[in-house]
T-cell receptor
């Protein structure tokens, strides 16, 4: 079965550095998402992306964050200047869309996550 | 904030049915009930969803009350690999963003 992949699995960076987290969503999916999970806390929505633009973002997703779909397969999350509090698991997800039911439901497929550690 | 309420933890004996309850008393008519689970910091995994009727797939069954204010996820024969955090999420099916709002979920511990 197709799956969402993410690279790297673990990223260690110094505070203030830029990081790019990469995701390859499932090929025929059209909606893409980033979530994060700080250790011991709940999964939090960051941003949704459709038709090459952001469709919704949370208040966590400030100017330090950006997303891009640079080609037909990759979906990236960039953090421009990392802070200690950005340390978390970052999950990419994409949606199975339609199957004859239009927009009536969605099933999100999550990647395995990237653990970001900011020192 | 999450629109659902779940018990923080439950135990279940291996091989027995695990029944995980969820309250969603403010659910609106076009909102689906979704269940996801997260096994030890892996990415969340979709389990099942429903609108009004009970649903069953290869993983689980979902029982939704007639007034839709609560539901129960049933794992018919729990195994040790079902130990995970289970999330009940309500989400408008016609939403053009499809974002999921996770609560704290129920930590299910399946014991031998």
């Amino acid at each position: 079965e197709p799956e969402v992949t993410q690279t790297p699995s673990h990223q260690v960076t110094q505070m203030g550095q830029e990081v790019i987290l990469r995701c390859v969503p499932i090929s025929n999916h059209l909606y893409f998402y980033w979530y994060r999970q700080i250790l011991g806390q709940k999964v939090e929505f960051l941003v949704s992306f459709y038709n090459n633009e952001i469709s919704e973002k949370s208040e966590i997703f400030d100017d330090q964050f950006s997303v891009e779909r640079p080609d037909g397969s990759n979906f990236t999350l960039k953090i421009r200047s990392t802070k200690l509090e950005d340390s978390a698991m970052y999950f990419c997800a994409s949606i199975r869309w339609g199957e004859g039911r239009g927009v009536s439901y969605n099933e999100q497929f999550f990647g395995p996550g990237t653990r970001l550690t900011v020192l | 904030d999450a629109k659902t309420t779940q018990p923080p933890s439950m135990d279940c004996a291996e091989g027995r049915a695990a029944n995980l309850p969820c309250n969603h008393s403010t659910i609106s008519g076009n909102e689906y009930v979704y269940w996801y689970r997260q096994i030890h910091s892996q990415g969340p995994q979709y389990i099942i969803h429903g609108l009004k009727n009970n649903e069953t797939n290869e993983m689980a069954s979902l029982i939704i009350t007639e007034d839709r204010k609560s539901s129960t996820l049933i794992l018919p024969h729990a195994t040790l690999r079902d130990t995970a955090v289970y999330y009940c999420i309500v989400n408008e099916g016609s939403s053009n963003t499809g974002k999921l709002i996770f609560g704290q979920g129920t930590t299910l511990q399946v014991k031998p």
